[in-house]
DNA sequence: ACAGAGACCTGCTGGC
DNA sequence: TGCCAGCAGGTCTCTG
């Protein structure tokens, strides 16, 4: 379920719990990720602190201070993966990779079925390879549409393909890239290039709208999160395309379509969307 | 340089 | 009831 407003609950749920933190003790159970973790994670920072959780984009970066090394943790969720605070000592189930030992008790615990997330140490984060080319953050004033308008110019490829381009934008996923369009009024197959800076206008706040009411309905969640457990489906409600396929545009009530683009699901009323 | 497909994994659902 | 194909919120990497 992780999302770009899925992290920053994440992000927003651990931090107070972890910053100003000692790392007790590191447990990888498995290793196993995405790219493997590095086999001298807990030499690195067992015994140093947390001094911040940030987030670029849907990574969550750990701000770790210490004797051995200072450096960042640079965790992503995956499709599956999520990050947990727990402060009783239930013990780990299947899939619970990572564990981090607090302190004060807490333990970080880090759970991811499909494995595609990932645990990777940088001491120099800003120029990692998976940082580097990223575009801007969807809720910062640097991204709006005369953005999307000069970057577009002459790209033939379908606008959603080029929302959900990290290097252009980050943080539209397939949930949000599909609603975004629906409520700009554009036809998720349109050549990015052929779009006009007026309807990139638009684009860009329904991005900016979308993605900020998620954000503020997973903050009404962060305590059951917190506690552990935490199974939103709490913006499901609230989607008007995604998942809806075949039943009625909210807007002009005919059938929305359904189809693959870029192996994924995507979801439009051929009436609204131009 | 660009666009699209493949790859990485496990778990769940729906159709036969 | 049981089995299997297909699909799932991401994104790096390869191919043409």
Not at 111 to 119: A, Q
Not at 201 to 219: D, N, Q, Y
Not at 228 to 240: E, I, N, R, T, W
């Amino acid at each position: 379920m992780p999302e770009l407003p899925e992290v920053e609950t994440t992000r927003r749920g651990i931090a107070p719990h972890c910053e100003h933190q000692v790392i007790a003790r590191v447990i990888v159970r498995d290793g196993r990720l995405r790219w493997p973790v590095p086999d001298n994670l807990p030499a690195l920072i067992e015994g140093a602190t947390i001094t911040e959780v940030d987030r670029r984009a849907k990574y969550l970066l750990i701000r770790v201070s210490g004797t051995a090394a200072t450096g960042t943790l640079i965790v992503h969720l995956g499709m599956s993966g999520s990050l947990r605070v727990i402060t009783d000592a239930s013990e780990p189930l299947i899939h619970d990779h990572i564990e981090l030992w607090l302190q004060n008790g807490v333990r970080l615990r880090f759970n991811d079925p499909r494995r595609f997330g990932c645990w990777l140490w940088s001491e120099t984060p800003d120029s990692h390879r998976l940082l580097a080319s990223l575009g801007p953050e969807p809720l910062a004033p640097e991204f709006n549409g005369a953005l999307l308008y000069r970057l577009s110019r002459g790209k033939q490829t379908p606008v959603k393909s080029f929302i959900m381009d990290n290097r252009i934008v980050v943080g539209a996923g397939n949930i949000y890239a599909n609603e975004a369009l629906f409520k700009a009024g554009i036809h998720p197959r349109r050549a990015a290039g052929r779009i006009s800076l007026s309807r990139y206008h638009r684009l860009a706040e329904a991005i900016k709208e979308t993605l900020s009411a998620a954000i503020l309905m997973g903050g009404t969640t962060l305590r059951d999160f917190v506690n552990s457990d935490g199974k939103p489906g709490y913006f499901a409600q609230s989607l008007l395309v995604y998942g809806r396929g075949g039943e009625p545009c909210r807007e002009c009530g005919k059938a929305l379509k359904e189809i693959r683009m870029n192996q994924r699901t995507t979801v439009y009323c051929g009436h609204c969307q131009r």
